[in-house]
């Protein structure tokens, strides 16, 4: 659902502004479930730590500005869940099974190979030692990256949506910003970028192919 509608000239180029987690993966909850299950844990576990308990929630912001480091926020965050988790890539484990979101990444491709441009603005979890968006294999798609950690400053801060327009080269009117968080949104909004809100890849993707005048088929 878009938030500002935009104003579609398919012969000029576009800045295409794209999350990460939940619009160029599938949704990780599920496989989040899955691997407390799979750690002895409840299955709400994750979540839980990471939203609800005070210093879980501290531990997460810290990471997502590169205050503290992954592999610091891996030992923090497996003593609050307990039951002796193992802290060594503790995050890359918990995402070891979340799959790419397929016609989300072949939309971008076709954007890019249209003549637009793309930027991953993204709240980081951590690059090291797993870095997530090697694991998706989608950093080489993007002309610009605007990543929390390597900025220190997380969406939705005003700030960050800024440089990422600085960076893409291109005014605000003429860019799109995709984000599964309804929150994130306003910030790009303030700034004139038009927004889509993804609750279901294939509605968002359909959307965007009539804004940025490309189709998307996937080949089995």
Sequence with gaps: MSHRTAT????EQRGLILDFAGVLTDSPIEAHRAWCVSEGLEP??????????PE???LYAALEIGEIGQAEWNEGTAALLGKDIDPVNLMGRAWADVSPACRMIALARAARTAGHRLALLSNSFGLNPFNPYKHIGIWDLFDVHVVSE???LAKPDPAIYQLAL??????????VFVDDHEANLPPAVELGIATVHVTDEDTAVTELEALFGVTVELTI
């Design 8 to 11: 579609v000239n398919l012969h």
């Design 44 to 53: 709400g576990a994750w979540r839980a730590t990471l939203n609800d308990h």
């Design 56 to 58: 879980g929630r501290r």
């Design 150 to 152: 390597l900025e220190g």
């Design 166 to 175: 600085k960076r893409i080269g291109l005014p605000a009117e003429r860019c």
